[in-house]
């Protein structure tokens, strides 16, 4: 259930042409509302650039293979074939690869 909450005061605000860039292009690069990118500021939240379109399909990519790697150690399990336990090993690394990429490239992404 979202909480409910009353917005009753408004506050208008002048900025420059140079200020009004640049809360536009931190609003459009964290892909937030305007109101919601002042209200993680007056919180004393610094809201950081959302990843691209590239770091979701790329995640996405890495998740299927997952699932790839998943089945075929549960196939193989089931069958109780001998490589069973050295699949799901490299299951394991390749998971952990997996997020050692992503933490890397939201770090590239938020510089």
Not at 45 to 59: A, C, S
Not at 64 to 92: D, G, P, V, Y
Request: include cysteine; charge should be positive.
């Amino acid at each position: 259930m979202k909480k409910e909450t009353k917005t009753t005061h408004k506050v208008l605000l002048r900025f420059t042409e140079e200020e009004y860039a640049r809360v536009k292009n931190n609003v459009r690069k964290s892909r937030l509302f305007t109101q919601s990118y002042f209200r993680m500021l007056i919180k004393g939240i610094r809201p950081t650039e959302k990843p691209g379109d590239d770091f979701y399909k790329l995640q996405n990519s890495l998740r299927k293979i997952r699932i790839n790697l998943c089945q075929i150690t549960f196939k193989a399990s089931m069958l109780k074939m001998h490589e069973a336990k050295a699949m799901w090993i490299a299951e394991q690394s390749f998971n952990d690869h997996c997020i050692k990429i992503q933490n890397l490239m939201l770090r590239i992404d938020q510089s």
